[in-house]
């Protein structure tokens, strides 16, 4: 028997590029298997020509969605139902909920108090709200362009440079509180257990930074003292308790 997650792919067409479904399974290919996929919106327009496009080549299930009256979204409506009714009538693991809409931040926090994974697809438009609400959420507009690119490329058109990621608070905030909490004997804090502390309280992908790794992000705050050990481990140090200890 598989132990693979069991995913429920879930899209608001409406506020989701059809373009990105190929990076979006991608992504979810990291996490499990999404065995459910739906999309839903009003089929009868002809804003979803595209998405009609690759619905069978991805086998996700069209949901339709009249809108019943005009200015009230009714898709978000029938994706709410459709994630209680999965939540408590399917074996599942984790949601992805593909959409730029605030609306749906109420629903990933009703799921995550349940013990699913949420992860999140939007467009950097998405208000933060749903953005931190989720336990991973990843900006359409860096999916795919990372891996395209070469890794020797000084910068991408989305790469924060380190003036910016050290002018952000509460990505340094985030990162200094993750090494400090990981910190070992010696002083210094090892990679992966940063990066599992930062999962466990934050939404968060260093791609959203414009970087494939988090190790990359790191040494490009320049607040850290990095060491390679053994096969390859690597370990953090804030650059600051570096100072105080040899003052």
């Known amino acids: 028997m598989s132990d693979e997650a ?3 792919l879930l899209i608001d067409a409406d506020n989701c590029p059809a373009g990105k479904i190929e990076v979006i399974l991608d992504e979810l290919a990291k996490y499990g298997v999404p065995n459910v996929r739906r999309a839903y919106g009003n089929w009868k327009s002809n804003n979803l020509k595209g998405w009609e496009e690759v619905l069978h080549d991805y086998a996700i299930q069209p949901i339709q969605q009249f809108a019943y009256t005009k200015g009230k979204n009714a898709t978000d409506t029938a994706m709410v139902i459709d994630a209680m009714d999965l939540l408590y009538t399917q074996k599942l693991d984790a949601f992805c909920l593909a959409s730029s809409d605030s609306d749906f931040t109420p629903l990933v926090m009703r799921i995550r108090a ?12 998405t208000p933060m709200p749903f953005v931190n609400a989720c336990s991973k959420f990843l900006y359409l507009e860096n999916l795919g362009t990372l891996s395209q690119a070469s890794e020797e490329t000084a910068a991408s058109p ?3 440079s380190a ?6 608070t509460k990505l340094v905030g985030l990162l200094r509180n993750a090494v400090e909490a990981c910190i070992g004997d010696d002083g210094w804090s090892h990679l992966g257990q940063v990066g599992s502390h930062i999962s466990n309280q ?3 992908d260093p791609r959203n930074y414009g970087y494939s790794k988090l190790s990359d992000l790191i040494k490009a705050t320049g607040l850290f003292d990095t060491e390679r050990r053994g096969s390859n481990q690597l370990y953090l140090r804030d650059k600051r308790a570096a100072k105080k200890s040899a003052g």
């Open 6 to 8: 069991r995913i429920a």
């Open 114 to 125: 349940n013990g699913l994974k949420v992860y999140g697809f939007g467009e950097k438009k």
């Open 158 to 160: 989305q790469r924060k």
């Open 163 to 168: 003036k910016e990621l050290k002018s952000d």
């Open 202 to 204: 934050a939404s968060f």
